[in-house]
């Protein structure tokens, strides 16, 4: 076992890790599981519905976190998109985010837990279709 003074102190330093190298898949040391939804389906230009959910370890909802979303294509040149997610039910937070143009995304997802601690998810979204 890690002493979770140890963790308080790699997160930050793993947050900024993940934000430069954006493509590595981020791991959970806090046992919260991610699942995602992202509509319309198939996924086209314009306003997306990305809808995430928060799990603990016991399979309660994560409540009260903060999540950013930060959207950017594959190819350089073109600068991220942003989205705030809003809590609409507990441990469901749904966020609208403005897939500008057609080609491959990925959207990475900042997440502050209501104690603080910081976690990072990478979701690919690949192929948004011109309208
Ligand atoms: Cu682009």
Redesign the pocket.
Known sequence: MIPSSILAVAAPLFLAFVVTACNKPTEESSGVTIEHEITPHPVRVGPATLTLRLADARRQPVTGASIMLEGN?S?AG?SPVFAQAKETEPGRYQAIVDL??A?DWNILTHITLAGGQKLERQLDVKGVRAN
């Open positions: 294509m190819h073109m500008s143009m080609g």
